[in-house]
């Protein structure tokens, strides 16, 4: 009968010890649980440095000899007060200016892309008015792969950084490359590559 009730007591002192490991923590909030390392914690994304496009020139000038000096003129100056030519392409049959102009870029005329109200604009094949410093909004109405390519940094020129959270990308705009009258790039011929100083020459032999 004793060893029943020394085993009796154990059994009962065994679950006392186990309610208390497991109702003790609930009861008083796991004050003690130890708050999760640094390492365990999500870091926050490095910032994203901006990207630069470089600036195209605004409203285009000319220079004019006005009593022996250089005067810079606006385009409005003169265009103002003449009638605009809807069929006008490049400097053939001008005697002002523009003489030597010479306009490869599909069929546009001088009017597809300048603005016959305000040549200190151009404008949209809309209609709507767009100022010089916005000519990638011109270009892109048309040139819709480039335009596309460009948004995904395939084209432009991009220079500076890819990781823009290492440092800044800077981009050119059309006319950085481009010629606005004349934008096709001339025909090159491949060649071959020029001899690498640093390679080794093989001669080789030719039986006879």
């Not at 400097?91 to 306009?103: D, N, T």
């Not at 020029?194 to 080789?204: G, I, N, T, W």
Request: with cysteine; hydrophobic share 35%; net charge positive.
């Amino acid at each position: 009968m004793e060893a029943i009730a020394n085993v009796s007591r154990v059994w009962r002192r065994s679950l006392l010890g186990f309610a208390l490991a497991v109702v003790l923590p609930l009861v008083t909030g796991c004050g003690d649980a130890e708050p999760p390392s640094p390492a365990a914690r999500p870091t926050p994304l490095a910032a994203k440095l901006p990207v630069h496009t470089r600036a195209v020139p605004g409203v285009p000038h000319i220079l004019v000899d006005a009593g022996g000096q250089a005067t810079k003129l606006a385009c409005s100056t003169c265009h103002s007060m003449k009638q605009a030519v809807p069929t006008q392409r490049g400097g053939s049959g001008l005697r002002l200016f523009h003489q030597g102009l010479e306009v490869a870029h599909g069929n546009l005329t001088c009017l597809s892309c300048h603005n016959p109200d305000d040549y200190d604009a151009l404008r949209l094949a809309d209609g709507r008015r767009v100022p010089f410093e916005r000519v990638m909004d011109l270009c892109a109405q048309c040139h819709g792969p480039q335009a596309r390519d460009y948004a995904h940094g395939a084209h432009g020129g991009m220079s500076g950084y890819w990781d823009r959270t290492r440092g800044t990308q800077v981009r050119n705009q059309c006319t950085h490359c481009h010629a606005p009258h004349a934008p096709a790039y001339p025909t090159m011929r491949p060649t071959f590559k020029p001899r690498d100083r640093f390679l080794p020459v093989r001669s080789e032999s030719h039986d006879d």
